[in-house]
Structure formats: structure tokens, C-alpha cells
């Protein structure tokens, strides 16, 4: 069976600093990875995803996530967040062609301070 | 754009009602899903269909039914509503393919059980 664990469930940053969600994975097959972001009051959004190729997959808003197949870890990191950037972000994981069928984190709270 | 639509924002119910929680997609995806989230625990699978009156149980199916009779409406049924029902509940939906697509969610029911 699949599953997902981020490691941290807050993360407090000043804005204009440096941020890292850390995500990891156990599956025994190969997996397609997510990040999904939801602000405040609203549904899921998908901010990236590896499917195959390179393991550096970047957003359009300056996260990128690095797939590690030995580490079995897609961590998401932005250099320098903003206050905009404040939300729930959710690692997700999916097996080939179970499209959508997704399972989740426990989602890291990530709080941007002026 | 893809649009999940999800009928009510909040809801309130009392304990023992049936409630009906509907989802639209616009999209002609095959797959549709629902989602529970609690803080804490991320998103869990309740239940997903990938075709018209077909049905699969996700991981917490107890308490829950289904329906789909159009493909692009998804309909969750609580049948005897409980205090520990009280959550946000989340659509998706998804194309089937070869290749992994993303899923696409609604804006969230947070239902409170009294």
C-alpha cells in the first residue's frame, strides 16, 4: 500500500525568507507525485507534478519540488516566500493510471509573517 | 477551465437526517471523487466512480453511499447523519488515461452535524 507523510504540520516564515515542505513516500511500484495548495476558504489548487523526465518540477509561482526516487522524498521549496504565499500545501501520490484516485498528506500549514 | 462545482458551501444538519451533498463537473471526466478532510489527517478517499452507476469504496466508506446516474454529477449520501460526520468534503474529478492527469476539485461542503 501507498502513503505519504509530511514531516511537519506548521511552518512558520518571515516573508522574503527561504522555505522547505517536506514530504515522503512508501510505495512499492512507481508513482506519479503532487503538491497541491489550498488557501484560505477555498478547495484544493494543484501548484506541481512529476509524471516522468526531469525530478526538478517547477511552479509557475516560483515553488519547485525535487523528486528523489532513492530517498523516496518530494520536498517543496520556494527561496523566498510571501505573504501571499501563506496556505495548506498537501503532498499527494498516485499510481499509474489511476488518475485522480490520490492519497494525501496530512497537509503543512505554512504561515508567512511580515 | 475545468469547473467542479460542489451545491452548498456550508451546511448545517441535525443528527439522524439524510443529507445529499452534490458535485458537477463540466468537463466530461470519467472519474469523480469524494474526499473527506480533517484537520490533521489531510484528505482521505471516501469513495470514487470512474463511469456512470459504477462505484468503488475509497478508505472510510462507513456511514456513506454514492450516486452517479450522469456522468458529470457525483452525489454523496449521509444517510443518518452523525455528529462525527462534521467535516469538509471535497469533489474531484479526472480524465482516465495512459498518461496521469491531475484531478480538479470543487470548493469544499463543510458540513457541521448537530
Known amino acids: 500500500a501507498q502513503s505519504v507523510t509530511q514531516l511537519d504540520s506548521q511552518v512558520p516564515v518571515f516573508e522574503e525568507a527561504p522555505v522547505e515542505l517536506r514530504c515522503n513516500y512508501s510505495s512499492s511500484v512507481s508513482v506519479y507525485l503532487f503538491w497541491y495548495v489550498q488557501y484560505p476558504n477555498q478547495g484544493l489548487q494543484l501548484l506541481l507534478k512529476y509524471l516522468s523526465g526531469s525530478t526538478l518540477v517547477e511552479s509557475i509561482n516560483g515553488f519547485e519540488a525535487e523528486f528523489n526516487k532513492s530517498q523516496t522524498s518530494f520536498h517543496l521549496r520556494k527561496p523566498s516566500v510571501h505573504i501571499s504565499d501563506t496556505a495548506e500545501y498537501f503532498c499527494a501520490v498516485t499510481l499509474y493510471n489511476q488518475g485522480g484516485k490520490l492519497i494525501f498528506g496530512q497537509g503543512t500549514e505554512l504561515s508567512v509573517k511580515p | 477551465d475545468v469547473k467542479v462545482t460542489q451545491s452548498s458551501r456550508y451546511l448545517v444538519k441535525r443528527t439522524g437526517e439524510k443529507v445529499f451533498l452534490e458535485c458537477v463537473q463540466d468537463?466530461?471526466?470519467?472519474?469523480m471523487f469524494w474526499y473527506r478532510q480533517d484537520p490533521g489527517l489531510g484528505l482521505r478517499l471516501i469513495y470514487f466512480s470512474y463511469d456512470v452507476k459504477m462505484k468503488e469504496k475509497g478508505d472510510i466508506p462507513e456511514g456513506y453511499s454514492v450516486s452517479r446516474e450522469k456522468k458529470e454529477r457525483f452525489s454523496l449520501i449521509l444517510e443518518s447523519a452523525s455528529t462525527n460526520q462534521t467535516s469538509m468534503y471535497l469533489c474531484?474529478?479526472?480524465?482516465?488515461?495512459?498518461?496521469?492527469?491531475?484531478?480538479?476539485f470543487g470548493q469544499g461542503t463543510r458540513l457541521t452535524v448537530v
Open positions: 468537463m466530461d471526466h470519467e472519474n
Open positions: 474531484a474529478s479526472s480524465l482516465t488515461g495512459t498518461l496521469n492527469t491531475e484531478a480538479f
